[in-house]
T-cell receptor, first 115, second 116 residues
């Protein structure tokens, strides 16, 4: 059973560019969520995907968007990058169904630096 | 909206001693879950312990236990027999029993240092 894997681990972009971050969920998990963790702060919820549809969103603008694929892997896309987007982006997966909301399993994150 | 507050940015403990990390939260809901996560330098969030709000009994996982005071909206983590490997950032988190299942609200974290 593989864990949650994210790529790339580190990347540098310039202001105004676009970035795509990728996440492979833990085997058997059908729900993925993304978090932004600025330096020295706790993670903030961006959004969640369940069965390829967004079903929960935090206080982030529309230039943050995502996808979930049939194999439950996921992408986070950020357009028109701003300096404040510099952060660690964490992906987490879980199994959700019926009355069950299982434990979240996190990846090691993608560190984005915007110059 | 729910908020989670960790008032101790840094804590230090001697190896083999006991330390308590504090967490308070604000919510109008009656049904929810509370968590403590550990984030070592590897950056991966690891679940330490979980508490269901409807359970009066405090959760325990080996050397880790919580003091859950629902009326006071307090959720502290006690680490007994501290080990060097316990050194990390610790985050308290809240999850509603309804809504997006994976939506956690995190506190700002407490950095725990363990002295040999």
């Amino acid at each position: 059973e593989t864990g949650v894997t994210q790529s790339p681990t580190h990347l540098i972009k310039t202001r105004g560019q676009q970035v795509t971050l990728r996440c492979s969920s833990q085997s058997g998990h059908n729900t993925v969520s993304w978090y932004q963790q600025a330096l020295g702060q706790g993670p903030q919820f961006i959004f969640q995907y369940y069965r390829e549809e967004e079903n929960g969103r935090g206080n982030f603008p529309p230039r943050f968007s995502g996808l979930q694929f049939p194999n439950y892997s996921s992408e986070l896309n950020v357009n028109a990058l701003e300096l404040d987007d510099s952060a660690l982006y964490l992906c987490a997966s879980s199994l959700v169904g019926g009355s069950i909301t299982g434990e979240l399993f996190f990846g090691e994150g993608s560190r984005l630096t915007v110059l | 909206a729910q908020t989670v507050t960790q008032s101790q940015p840094e804590m230090s403990v001697q190896e083999a001693e006991t330390v308590t990390l504090s967490c308070t939260y604000d919510t109008s809901e009656s049904d929810y879950y509370l968590f403590w996560y550990k984030q070592p330098p590897s950056r991966q969030m690891i679940l330490v312990i979980r508490q269901e709000a409807y359970k009066q009994q405090n959760a325990t996982e080996n050397r880790f236990s919580v003091n859950f005071q629902k009326a006071a909206k307090s959720f502290s983590l006690k680490i007994s027999d501290s080990q060097l490997g316990d050194a990390a950032m610790y985050f308290c988190a809240y999850r509603s029993a309804s809504g997006a299942g994976n939506m956690l609200t995190f506190g700002g974290g407490t950095r725990l240092m363990v002295k040999p």
